[in-house]
């Protein structure tokens, strides 16, 4: 798997799911009076249809140095590890049940983040509400807080 390979760079650090970490992520992903290239997202496939409006843009640069560590915590949530779709309900939810935030802001802030890395698909009206397909190449991966998480990392990346 190409994005597997990232996680071993020495300029990437394991991170926990949380909502302090993604949101001030998604702040500093933000768009400033000296961005140049934008990279949008939405988020809904059919916004018109959900008559909400779902169009942010980013800073392409600063998207492109956080994308390991963006990749990395999308990887901590419960669907990547079970599924291989999001389902929007769920992405509050880390691997292990509990949830990283109660602030749907927050989750949102990371699925756009998610999306403008091209990630995931928009997500659409599914069997389990609204989903999302997400790369192929995206991996679970465990919170360095977890008991299990020096024995994984080892076994993952070698």
């Not at 509990?98 to 927050?106: F, G, K, L, P, Y």
Request: charged share 30%; hydrophobic share 35%.
């Amino acid at each position: 798997m190409i994005f597997t390979n990232l996680f071993k760079i020495s300029d990437f650090e394991p991170v926990d799911l949380n909502e302090r970490f993604v949101v001030n992520l998604y702040n500093r992903c933000l768009p400033t009076s000296t961005t140049t290239d934008y990279e949008p997202s939405t988020l809904i496939a059919k916004p018109n249809y959900f008559n909400v409006v779902d169009r942010l843009q980013f800073d392409k640069h600063k998207l492109k140095k956080e994308k390991k560590t963006i990749m990395y915590l999308m990887g901590q949530l419960r669907d990547v590890h079970k599924h291989k779709y999001l389902v929007l309900d769920h992405s509050i939810l880390k691997y292990d049940g509990t949830q990283w935030t109660q602030n749907r802001d927050a989750e949102l802030a990371l699925l756009h983040l998610c999306k403008a890395c091209d990630l995931i698909e928009p997500f659409d009206v599914g069997k389990r509400g609204l989903m999302s397909y997400y790369h192929k190449d995206i991996i679970p991966t465990l919170t360095p807080e977890d008991k299990n998480f020096k024995s994984w990392y080892k076994k993952q990346f070698g």
